[in-house]
Nanobody
């Protein structure tokens, strides 16, 4: 099993930056694909970014491509989401998710484990 805890959310102005962290427990963390999803009020949870178990492959939603970067440090059981040039439409609760897979995880229903989420608010 994997337990996930997100941190790093907050309030930032348009154009600002934040780095979200996802701390994972479990000795097999390096075998899990990790993704970030987000959910805005009144909207469905949506895919943001994914990283493979090795960190060698990444994939982004078109809405964040070029602004967000996902990375991981398997030695520390950590995954990060560096967010730059933030926009008001990025406002949402951001969730870290894990699945024991050698494929990138881009569909909400394929996630096996979820964190509790961290709020990101971008003011205009």
């Amino acid at each position: 099993q994997v337990q996930l805890v997100e941190s790093g959310g907050g309030l930032v102005q348009t154009g600002g930056s934040l780095r979200l962290s996802c701390a994972a427990s479990g000795r097999t963390f390096s075998s899990y694909a990790i993704s970030w999803f987000r959910q805005a009020p009144g909207k469905e949870r949506e895919f943001v970014a994914a990283i493979s178990w090795s960190g060698g492959s990444t994939y982004y939603a078109d809405s964040v491509k070029g602004r967000f970067t996902i990375s991981r440090d398997n030695a520390k059981n950590m995954v990060y989401l560096q967010m730059s040039n933030l926009k008001p439409e990025d406002t949402a609760v951001y969730y870290c998710a894990a699945a024991q897979s050698n494929r990138l995880m881009i569909i909400v229903t394929t996630a096996a484990y979820w964190g509790q989420g961290t709020q990101v608010t971008v003011s205009s």
